[in-house]
């Protein structure tokens, strides 16, 4: 359990690292994304959000599964103490994201009028030009952010998308302020974009000088660039037929839905998922590197000890921030935007649906199939998710708007846990802890429905109806979690041992668990 525990510590700091710059740079964005909606007023933001669509979809075809190889192979590489070959890697992966980065970028731009004009809005060419050229900027980021997670020096993550947030916020505000109304935004996003991507690459550059300075052949290379896109093609198609099922939804919105203003309340429900996606994407990003870690013929019981704890503690954080959030959209919402957006919280609950998937292994699944190397299965599993999701968001989008797209949104995500966990089972002999998920669920669950319905009986203001809701929520979750034993002493130990690199943080969390064990005590738990 040893080697257990020294991942486990390794992955919680690195997580740590990632979630303070998730939260810094989430809070400066949240502030951005409140004056700037108040600013522009629904139309005008649902403009900002249909020319941001353009190069999302263009952004499909940048990457060819190389960020997740790059990922992949320098933790690998990290872990066999073949230090030498990073540099390759990072080379390899730099090169291939630039050169597809700026050709998309330019295809962008030249296609923007094309592109207006099947959304069916012909004045946001200008828009989607300036817009085109965050597809270079995500190049430098993604690259970057995988060469961080792959080292795990995700504090240089941290640096690099807190200053893209300042920078965004500081800009949009200005040019809107300035009169530039969508351009502006569009025009500060993007700027700020490609800042955070210099950033990135020079951060990037300093941990390729400390690596050993072994000269590297082109042969090497050439080796290396297929080592890359034999692991990365088969995630290739599925993160395009994922991504072009998301645009297929947004697309269909976009042509079905003429009214801007319900389009704004979507896009404002989706930047308030922001709030749990705060603690489910340290979980995820860290899971990648640390099943790449472990070679399932020889550590099958580490395997399967990562593998539950990974869906267990994630489900601890994430299910229960779901369910508050589904608990709580309206006074939320209510309380940033008074009086305005007012479909946003049904949407915002809606959409927080996915993330009770967590329980069942939603976040651990892929993640595993990738860091064992089996690509080509998880190929399998997005073609299954486009099979069932097409169809089926062109019948709901058509026929309900945005409801429709929620609901395909939440109905689509479920073929990776339906095919994906009897698949892990049989090959790798791993299985989720369905004990501890369905005491995690029932907590939460819990906790919810008495927040729900105490909120809904106060005629407060919604600030203090937020505040309230909140403590109830936190109070009745520990309870019910303790209550139903969804957590034990052994959990306490874990739990621990996991954050003891934390530093100075670790004696604040160790205290934190002491009083929850006390209260483990009391109840006789």
Known sequence: MSKVSDMAKVSV???????????????ISAVGTIIIASLMGENNYGAYFVALSAPNLINLF????????VIRYTAQYNAENKIEKIRGVFLSGLFFETIFGLALSLAGFALSGVLATVFNRPEAAPLIQVASFSVLAGAFVN??????????????????????????????????????????????????????GVIGILLMFTIYKKLPSVPLSRAELTETVKNLFRYGFPLSFGVILSGV????????????????????????????????????MPVTTMLLPAFSKLDATKDSQALQSVYQFSVKYAALLVVPVAAMVMSLAQPAISTIFPNQYAQAPLFLALLSITYVYAAFGN????????????TTYTLKL???????????????????????????????????????????RKRYGVTTDWNASAKILLSSFIAAAITYLLVNQLTLSSPIELIIGVIVFVLVFLFSVLLTRAINESDMYNLKTMTS???????IINKLLMLIEKLMSILKI
């Open 501 to 507: 690199g934390l530093g100075p943080l670790s004696k």
């Open 13 to 27: 700091k690195g997580g740590f690292h990632y979630m303070w710059g998730l939260a810094a740079s989430t809070v």
């Open 245 to 280: 099922l998301i645009q297929f939804y947004n697309f269909l919105v976009i042509i079905y839905v003429s009214d801007n203003a319900l389009i704004g309340n979507y896009s404002v429900a989706l930047n308030f998922v922001v709030l749990i996606t705060f603690f489910a």
């Open 382 to 424: 997005s073609l299954l998710t486009a099979c069932v999701g097409f169809p089926l968001g062109f019948v709901l989008i058509s026929q309900f708007g945005v409801l429709g797209l929620i609901f395909s949104t939440v109905i689509s995500a479920t073929p990776n846990m339906i095919f994906g966990l009897p698949y892990i």
């Open 363 to 374: 976040l651990s699944i892929v993640n595993l199939i990738n860091g064992q190397g089996q």
């Open 143 to 196: 690259i970057a952010t995988a060469a961080f997670t792959g080292i795990e020096k995700m504090h240089f993550y941290s640096i690099m998308t807190v200053s893209q947030s300042v920078i965004k916020t500081v800009l949009i505000v200005a040019l809107v302020v300035l009169g530039l109304g969508p351009l502006g935004a569009i025009i500060g996003f993007t700027t700020a974009f490609l800042i955070a």
């Open 62 to 69: 940048r990457d060819w599964g190389i960020n997740s190889a």
